[in-house]
């Protein structure tokens, strides 16, 4: 792993520790330490797939399935607000006092 600060081939896996780390595991960057330098750095695991991760197009298709998914989110809570509504309209029916125009 080349360091992108002192361009010296010798920075190496780091333990993780602190928050800090783990956030960045969140976006499956994991820490590095110069031993040339000494400073941290993080680095996507897959080495090779992080230049082509951070690419506009890959980034549009995750902006899409992401809006996918949003959008099926959507359409369950309409169904359930519907089943809802329909529920709420029947128990209306239900409970209302009798009209005084039925019967006589
Ligand atoms: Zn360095």
Same mark, same amino acid.
């Given at each position: 792993m080349t360091c992108p600060y002192c361009e010296e081939n010798r920075a190496h896996r780091s333990h993780r520790k602190g928050l800090n780390d783990r956030m960045h595991l969140? +976006?499956?960057?994991?820490?590095?330490?110069?031993?040339?330098?000494?400073?941290?750095?993080?680095?996507?695991?897959?080495?090779?797939?992080?230049?082509?991760?951070?690419?506009?197009?890959?980034?549009?298709?995750m902006e899409l399935r992401r809006r996918l998914r949003w959008?099926?989110?959507?359409?369950?809570?309409?169904?359930?607000?519907?089943?809802?509504?329909? +529920?709420?309209?029947?128990?209306?029916?239900l409970i209302r006092p009798s009209t005084p125009a039925s019967g006589g």
């Amino acid at each position: 792993m080349t360091c992108p600060y002192c361009e010296e081939n010798r920075a190496h896996r780091s333990h993780r520790k602190g928050l800090n780390d783990r956030m960045h595991l969140l +976006f499956k960057q994991i820490p590095y330490r110069c031993k040339n330098c000494s400073r941290r750095l993080y680095a996507y695991r897959a080495g090779e797939d992080s230049p082509r991760m951070r690419t506009h197009e890959e980034r549009k298709i995750m902006e899409l399935r992401r809006r996918l998914r949003w959008k099926r989110t959507k359409r369950e809570l309409v169904i359930y607000g519907f089943g809802a509504l329909c +529920f709420a309209v029947v128990i209306y029916f239900l409970i209302r006092p009798s009209t005084p125009a039925s019967g006589g």
